[in-house]
C-alpha cells in the first residue's frame, strides 16, 4: 500500500491509519519514490486522482511483482481503464 493512498485513508476517514499499523505483518506499506511521482504526475495530467495514480502505480507489474497486485476497494469505478485488477469490496 503506497504512503499517499494510507495518507488519503486517513483524510476520509480519521483514525484508519492506526487501524492498518495493527496489520504490518500482513499489509506492506510501500515508500513514495521518484517513479511513483512520474507515475502519478503522468496519470494526473490525464485526470486521475493522486491517490488512485499512487494505488495503480503500485499494482502494475514490476520487477518484484511480475504479474501485478490487485487494488482492494469499496470504490472501483476510478480504476477502470488503468490496466490494473481490481477487487470490488462492495460484493
Not at 517513479?35 to 503522468?42: L, R, S, T, Y
Amino acid at each position: 500500500m503506497p504512503v499517499l493512498c494510507l495518507l488519503e485513508a486517513e483524510r476520509r476517514r480519521a483514525g484508519i491509519v492506526d487501524h492498518v499499523g495493527v496489520l504490518v505483518d500482513v499489509v506492506q506499506v510501500m515508500e513514495d519514490d521518484y517513479a511513483m511521482a512520474v507515475a502519478i504526475a503522468d496519470l494526473s495530467r490525464r485526470g486521475v486522482a493522486f491517490e488512485v495514480s499512487a494505488a495503480v502505480h503500485a499494482a502494475r507489474p514490476h520487477q518484484l511483482l511480475p504479474t501485478g497486485a490487485l487494488i482492494a476497494t469499496v470504490t472501483p469505478e476510478p480504476y477502470e481503464g488503468l490496466g490494473v485488477g481490481v477487487m470490488d469490496l462492495n460484493r
